[in-house]
Antibody, heavy 117, light 110 residues
Framework: EVQLLESGGGLVQPGGSLRLSCAAS????????MHWVRQAPGKGLVWVAR????????GYADSVEGRFIISRDNAKSTLYLQMNALRADDTAVYYC??????????WGQGTLVTVSS | QSALTQPPSASGSPGQSVTISCTGT?????????VSWYQQHPGKAPKLMIS???KRPSGVPDRFSGSKSGNTASLTVSGLQAEDEADYYC??????????FGTGTKVTVL
C-alpha cells in the first residue's frame, strides 16, 4: 500500500525557516517524480514544487522560487521542502504527492504550516 | 503561472449530470495532454479522478469522464450521487517543469 506521511509543520515567525519531510512507503520511491502542493485555509490547491527521480531536476512556482528548496533522499525514501524567508501568505496545509504521467496519483494527509508573529 | 479558471459552483439533482469547465491557455491545457482532475472532500486530501485528459484510474467510477478542446478541459459527472458532493480541481502541466491548478469548483447535489 502506497503511503506518504508528512511531518515538520508548525508555527513559525515571519522571516523564519522550516523544513518539511515526507516519508514514503509501499512503492519504489526512487522511480517517481514527487511534488509539494499547498492549500491555504479555506482556499484552493496551489502547486509548489516538483523534483525528478534522482533530484537532478526541479521546478518551482513563481511564488516560492528562490525561497523554497525541494530535495529528496532516495536511500531514506524521503522527500523534503526547505522553506526560508517565510511570509504570512505561506500559511497552508502542505501536501506531498507522487506523480505518475503528469498526475499526482497518491497524496499524503498534509502538514499545517502557520506563519505568524 | 496563473491559475486555471473554473466556475465557483455547480449543482445537480441525484441521477443528473454536471459538467465542470477548466479554462487555461496554449501554454498549459492547450499545449499538453497532461490534464488531471481531483476530488476533495472537506478535511481530506485530494483524490485523483481523471489523468491525461480522459483516463480513469483504477477504482474511479465510470460516471466520471474527462475531455479537452483547445484551451479548455471538462469533467462530467453522470448519474450524480450524494457522495459526489465535493470540491473539484483541474490541473495541467504548464511547461518548464511546472504545473498549475484550477481555482476549484464546489459541486452540490441538490
Amino acid at each position: 500500500e502506497v503511503q506518504l506521511l508528512e511531518s515538520g509543520g508548525g508555527l513559525v515567525q515571519p522571516g523564519g525557516s522550516l523544513r518539511l519531510s515526507c516519508a514514503a512507503s509501499g512503492f519504489t520511491f526512487s522511480s517517481y517524480w514527487m511534488h509539494w502542493v499547498r492549500q491555504a485555509p479555506g482556499k484552493g490547491l496551489v502547486w509548489v514544487a516538483r523534483i525528478y527521480t534522482d533530484g537532478g531536476s526541479t521546478g518551482y512556482a513563481d511564488s516560492v522560487e528562490g525561497r523554497f528548496i525541494i530535495s529528496r533522499d532516495n536511500a531514506k525514501s524521503t522527500l523534503y521542502l526547505q522553506m526560508n524567508a517565510l511570509r504570512a501568505d505561506d500559511t497552508a496545509v502542505y501536501y506531498c504527492a507522487r506523480e505518475t504521467r503528469g498526475s499526482e496519483d497518491y497524496w499524503g494527509q498534509g502538514t499545517l504550516v502557520t506563519v505568524s508573529s | 503561472q496563473s491559475a486555471l479558471t473554473q466556475p465557483p459552483s455547480a449543482s445537480g439533482s441525484p441521477g443528473q449530470s454536471v459538467t465542470i469547465s477548466c479554462t487555461g491557455t496554449s501554454s498549459d491545457i492547450g499545449g499538453y495532454n497532461y490534464v488531471s482532475w481531483y476530488q476533495q472532500h472537506p478535511g481530506k486530501a485530494p483524490k485523483l479522478m481523471i489523468s491525461e485528459v480522459s483516463k480513469r484510474p483504477s477504482g474511479v467510477p465510470d460516471r466520471f469522464s474527462g475531455s479537452k478542446s483547445g484551451n479548455t478541459a471538462s469533467l462530467t459527472v453522470s448519474g450524480l450521487q450524494a457522495e459526489d458532493e465535493a470540491d473539484y480541481y483541474c490541473s495541467s502541466y504548464a511547461g518548464s517543469n511546472s504545473f498549475v491548478f484550477g481555482t476549484g469548483t464546489k459541486v452540490t447535489v441538490l
